[in-house]
Nanobody, 117 residues
């Protein structure tokens, strides 16, 4: 069982930046993928970014070029740096750990990001 705890959310003005963190209770170096999802009010949860065990990164088009996912295996922590934030980035951001293809995954409780002037 892996527990994930997100932090770093908050209220930010449009154009601002935030860095989200996801601290894992277990070793993330063995995880197939570490991922970030988000869920805006009234909408379904959607994929934001992922990083594989080999360091490959993937982003949804909505954040590509504005966000960077990274991992610190020594700290068992994954980060999501988000820049040039827009009101449409407002959502609860969730960390997800996928141990392997087809395996059960793990979710954190989420951290709220609000982009508003």
């Amino acid at each position: 069982q892996v527990q994930l705890v997100e932090s770093g959310g908050g209220l930010v003005h449009p154009g601002g930046s935030l860095r989200l963190s996801c601290a894992a209770s277990g070793k993330i170096s063995s995880m197939y993928r570490m991922q970030w999802y988000r869920q805006a009010p009234g909408k379904q949860r959607e994929f934001v970014a992922s990083i594989t065990s080999s360091g490959m990164t993937y982003y949804t088009d909505a954040v590509k070029g504005r966000s960077t996912i990274s991992r610190d295996n020594a700290k068992n922590t994954v980060y999501l740096q988000m820049n040039i934030l827009k009101p449409e980035d407002t959502a609860v951001y969730y960390c997800n750990a996928l141990p392997g293809i087809g395996s059960n995954d793990y979710w954190g409780q989420g951290t709220q990001v609000t982009v508003s002037s």
